[in-house]
């Protein structure tokens, strides 16, 4: 049986696009891990020692969910494109061909 290496082009191709997904993923980490190290106080815009303006909380809280999805958005693309990097790589390995069986010629 003779077996084909497969595409190079789409081998690379594959590789480039699983590690772009990885490279989201890992940047919607850092910017999770840099928006969750923000104190809720400073996040939701609450001054020390003055009256609570829920109106601006309210804004502001709002504000972090929509960041939170956002950041659910971005992971779940990262990991997306990272699966379809996966599968370009695994789509350009050629499996070795099956030899036919001869026909009779009845």
Do not use: C, W
Not at 46 to 65: E, H, M, R, T, Y
Request: proline share 7%; hydrophobic share 45%; aromatic share 6%.
């Amino acid at each position: 049986m003779r077996k084909n290496r497969g595409s190079i082009s789409g081998t690379v191709l594959g590789l480039l696009v699983f590690l772009a997904g990885v490279a989201l993923i890992a940047f919607t980490f850092k910017m999770a891990y840099e928006m969750f190290m923000v104190p809720p106080s400073q996040a939701l815009g609450i001054k020390p020692k003055q009256p609570l303006d829920l109106g601006q909380a309210g804004q502001s809280f709002v504000g972090l969910l929509l960041k939170v999805l956002l950041l659910v958005v971005m992971g779940l693309m990262g990991s997306l494109i990272a699966n379809r990097g996966v599968g370009l790589f695994t789509g350009s390995r050629v499996h070795p061909k099956k030899e036919k069986p001869p026909e009779s010629t009845e």
